[in-house]
């Protein structure tokens, strides 16, 4: 076991799949002598050549469109989008071309390519710089979207991402770039798909995603310390395709349920989860199903502002605690 | 800056102009019989005619390599067809069968034919360009040698997607050939009218340090001779053409539209420029009879209408394909 940054890991997992398979090739505004603005790609253009990362102009349309088109001829494109709020730029590519072409096409045309974008707040960067579009992307039938929490989850299910046969959108979150954990030695993956119970616990669950994860698992330890509540927690990993049994199986032991979203309410991953969950794990509910989430608001700037609005560990506590005092 | 000169043989040899001349009217034929299939209802949906336009679909697929990509429009049907693509599972996909093209999952607007190198239609304003550069990259890394040729009407030249392309292609030198079929209407509306500069495609190629080149589009022999130079460029390395073809579709700009906004003086002009009976007369004063030429046309309104009762006799596609396809395993699951 080795112990890497969130950000090495991201470099890491690229340079592993390339190593292993010519086909794969990175493109993105920055990413090659720069070694990205994040130090994302760090070493990778020293190490494969021009040839196989390569720099482009701001030009999103031209970057994921061009990686749809090498990713239908026989390469295994990632392309780098620089903020996940550049997807809106390049929107019809992502929604009405690379989502769509398989089927549309009776199913004629792989496009196995991934869109690496860093997500998410707590950078200070304001509303345009620092939104969370899990929720944007996951709505869309065709597109598999990852967003991992940690420096061993996010090589190995970059690396399952870049063998994967489909377009992959994977969520890299700017807060957790400095992070540490250990990562395993020799070749690293993680199947797209599977949910992580990452604490085990009886009274209730908590469903997060991404940077939500190490602040559920905060609030877990104080919920437990503090208020004798045992509250499993479970990192989703994969919004497409979605681990429903984890889920499932975790809520027929608790009978309680709340997701912790960074991504705006309305429309949110969790109101999915919720919805699943209201359907098929009625009869096992004690209690409301209860998200946490960043009110329907872009994101402020300011620390303070922005503190406020993506769900804290306090608030976690504080709204499990009361939601399960209600319930009782 | 005047248009480049582009060398025009006098006359291609035999072969090639019947091969041309049958290229064109099948375009031709097929689509006029989809065209009456649409007003009787028998197709659903919209559909964007190329009739006029058959001579940019003609010289280019005869100037490709058989394994060269084609991206082309919605108004793609005269380009799938010119890249070998039978018949009826074309006229399949218009009527919604099981049997068509693409299994009644894309219908009019997204012909695809992967092994015949049409790599799709596309149905947002510009959107292939970037993806004709890609498959253009895939290539030149590949070393395959092949070249992507991606149509395009002079609508598009005013979205954002033709210039990031453009730009990009030619940073790249990627083996790609972007051809304007410069129709002169934008749906609508006149192209200059919504335009800067008098030609729009060629117009803005110094932007991107390349030639300007425009080619009568309704003379099958210049648009051949045009495509072979720009596809022999991008196979030697020395990067993307941008292209204008001058034309114009005889019909209006989808089936909702009789085209009434444009002057009949106007119309009548370019019907008199019609490229198919124009070239049928340079074949015939270069030599080649008068039953052989009829004998063709008479072969392709047989095949049109084989192929059409063989497409409406088959079955609509059953429920159990709505769920497959989404994914590379075949299916549409989402969760487990």
Redesign the interface.
Known sequence: MAELTYRAAIAAGIAQEMERDPSV?LIGEDVGAAGGVFKLTEGLLARFGP?RV?D??I?E???????????????R?IAELMFSDFFAVTW??VV??IAK??????????I?LVLRTANGAGLRFGAQHSQSIENWVMAI??LKVVAPSNPADMLGLLAAAIR???PVIVCEHKALFASKGEVPDGEHMVPM?QASVVRGGADCTIVALAAMVPKALEAAVRLDSDHGIDAEVIDLRSL??????TILRSVAKTSRLFTVEENPRVGGWGAEIVS?VADEGFYSLDAPLVRITTPHIPIPSAAALEDLAIPSVDRIVATVKRRLEEAT | MAPKAMPVPATVARDLGLALYRTMQECRLLETRAQDLFFEGLVRGTTHLGIGQEAVAAGFARAMRNDDYTFCTYRGHNHTLARGVPMTPILAELFGRATGLLGGKGGSMHLTSVEHGVMGSYAIVGAHLPIALGAAWSAQYRKSGQVAVCFFGDGATNIGAFHEALNMAAVWKAPVVFVCENNQYMEYTPIGAVTAVPRPAADRASAYGLDDIVVDGNDVEAVYAVALEAIRRARAGEGPSLIEALTYRHGGHSRADPGKYRPDEEVAAWKARDPIPAYRERLLAAGIDVATLDAIDAEIAINVAEAEATARAAPEPTAAVLLTDVWSDGGAEWRN
């Open positions: 090739v040839e390569r482009t102009p030009s349309q031209a970057i994921v469109g061009a990686a749809m088109g090498a990713a239908m001829t026989g390469l494109p019809d590519m009405n071309q072409t398989r089927y549309m096409t009776g199913g004629q045309v792989s196995p039938p065709g994967d046969d489909d798909g497409v395709p979605l681990d429903a049994q699943l």
